[in-house]
DNA sequence: CAACTGACGATAG
DNA sequence: CCTATCGCCAGTT
């Protein structure tokens, strides 16, 4: 089996509502891994599509899409758009409408 | 098995 | 505002 980090990373990821973004950090920190981060990252470049999770979203903690252009950037802002979910000018998403705390 | 990589984050300057 | 550096460790090679 996989760590019990991976497995709680994969649930939190799997529960984001429609419209409501999380990070990195925060998903890391309830799967008791506080700094964590990088691997709830590598966990969805590796599971996303073989646990059918919205990895869309999930930003970094700028509320910033932390893919590169060309790269998925631009799909997963229109992901999110579609779902409702606003960027600003400096393309960050509104955590104060959008934030979703896993709980 | 060892080394390397990296959708991150906090901190320091 | 910015860059640099360290910590964390699952995947990949």
């Known amino acids: 089996m996989k760590s ?3 497995a709680k990373v994969i649930e939190i990821i799997a529960a984001i509502p429609a419209g409501k973004v999380t990070t990195y950090g925060i998903i890391a920190a309830h799967a008791n891994n506080k700094r964590g981060a990088r691997q709830v990252a590598m966990i969805l470049h590796s599971s996303s599509a ?30 999110l758009v579609a779902e409702g979910i606003l960027f600003d000018e400096g393309q960050r998403i509104d ?3 959008y934030l979703w705390w896993p709980r």
């Open 4 to 6: 019990p980090f991976t």
């Open 95 to 97: 955590f104060s409408k």
């Open 50 to 79: 073989k646990h059918d999770l919205p990895w869309h979203r999930v930003v970094n903690r700028n509320g910033q899409i932390s893919l590169k252009r060309g790269h998925g950037y631009e799909r997963q802002m229109k992901m």
